[in-house]
C-alpha cells in the first residue's frame, strides 16, 4: 500500500519517486466504448444544467502549451495537435479532426480550489508545470477551442493534497490556483447516502484532452468502499473528471482509472476504440466523492 499527502512545501515520498511516471500513468488510465460511443460536444446540449456544470470542469494542460497572443493582453492559444495524428488513430475514430492537448481533467470545488486526480501531478514538480484551462469546448458551432480569453486560463499555484493509494484504489489531488476563478460555481460533492447499483451518471471531461465531451451511463458495482464502477465511455485525458449524479448534479466521484482504450487495427497501421457490451469488461473506477470530501473542507 502507498498512501501519500502532500501540504504546501512538503516533499512527496521517495517510494512514489521511485516509481516510473510510465507505470503509474498506465494503471491509471481511464477509456473504452460500452456499447455504442455516448461522447457528445457541449453544442449537442441545450439544456442549461449540464452546460453550467461543464463550465466548472477544466483540463490540465503543460504551461508550455499556453501562449499568450501579442498584441492581445487577455487572450491564450492553446498550442493542440490534430487528435487522430497524437494518439495514431484510424481515420474512421470518432473526433479524429479535433484539436487535442492535456493530459487530465479537474472540476471546481472552491473559488480557487480544484480536484483531480493524484496521477496527474505525479512528482513535485509538477503543479509548476501545470495550466488549468476551462471553456476547452464548442460551446457553440462556430466557437475555436484553442483561443480562450484571460477569465479561461489558470496556473497550478500549489498541491495542498495528494493520496495515491493502490490498494484501496484512492486517486486524488486538492490543487491551490493563482487566484479565485470568477464566473463558475463550486460544484457539489456528494457526502451522504450511498451510490446504488444502476444509478445513472453523466461523466463531464476531455477524453484524448479533446474539447469537453458529456457522456452518460450507470453504475455497474459498488461492491468497493472507496470507490465504484460505471460503464460511461472515458479515455485517457477524463482522469479527474467529474462523475455527476444524472439527476441531482451533485458529484459522487472522480474518474481514477479503467479499461485499455485501443487496440490495434487489423492491418496494424493504427488504432481504433475497444468496444464492449455495457455489463462487459472491468468497467471504469470512479473515487466515491465521500473519500476526499473531508481533504477539500480544509481549504474552502
Not at 152 to 174: H, N, P, Q, T, W
Not at 202 to 220: Q, Y
Not at 230 to 253: C, E, Q, R, Y
Request: proline share 3%.
Amino acid at each position: 500500500m502507498v498512501c501519500v499527502r502532500v501540504a504546501a512545501g512538503t516533499l512527496l515520498s521517495a517510494v512514489i519517486l521511485a516509481i516510473s511516471s510510465s507505470l503509474l500513468f498506465s494503471q491509471m488510465l481511464p477509456q473504452v466504448i460500452y456499447g455504442e460511443d455516448d461522447r457528445h460536444d457541449l453544442d449537442q446540449f441545450e439544456v442549461a444544467h449540464w452546460r453550467e456544470l461543464a463550465k466548472s470542469t477544466a483540463l490540465l494542460v503543460d504551461r508550455t502549451q499556453v501562449h499568450k497572443l501579442e498584441g492581445e493582453a487577455h487572450d491564450y492559444r492553446l498550442a493542440t495537435e490534430v487528435a487522430g495524428k497524437r494518439f495514431g488513430l484510424c481515420h474512421r475514430e470518432a473526433f479524429w479532426e479535433q484539436p487535442s492537448v492535456g493530459s487530465c481533467s479537474g472540476f471546481l470545488v472552491g473559488a480557487d480550489v480544484l480536484v483531480s486526480a493524484a496521477h496527474c501531478f505525479l512528482d513535485v514538480g509538477a503543479c509548476q508545470v501545470t495550466a488549468v484551462v476551462f471553456d476547452f469546448s464548442y460551446h457553440s458551432s462556430s466557437a475555436d477551442p484553442t483561443h480562450l480569453p484571460l477569465s479561461s486560463v489558470y496556473f497550478c499555484k500549489e498541491v495542498l493534497e495528494r493520496v495515491y493509494e493502490i490498494a484501496a484504489g484512492l486517486d486524488f489531488a486538492v490543487v491551490r490556483l493563482d487566484r479565485a476563478v470568477q464566473g463558475r460555481q463550486a460544484l457539489p460533492l456528494r457526502t451522504q447516502g450511498e451510490a446504488v447499483k444502476g444509478e445513472a451518471v453523466t461523466v463531464i471531461g476531455h477524453p484524448l484532452g479533446l474539447p469537453t465531451k458529456i457522456s452518460h451511463g450507470k453504475i455497474r458495482s459498488v461492491r468497493k468502499r472507496d470507490y465504484f464502477t460505471i460503464n460511461a465511455d472515458l479515455w485517457v485525458g477524463n482522469s479527474g473528471s467529474p462523475v455527476f449524479d444524472a439527476h441531482t448534479g451533485t458529484v459522487n466521484g472522480l474518474v481514477a482509472r479503467g479499461e485499455e482504450d485501443f487496440i490495434v487495427d487489423s492491418d496494424g497501421n493504427c488504432q481504433v476504440s475497444k468496444v464492449c457490451d455495457p455489463d462487459d469488461c472491468d468497467g471504469e473506477q470512479v473515487i466515491r466523492a465521500k473519500s476526499f470530501a473531508d481533504f477539500v473542507k480544509p481549504y474552502l
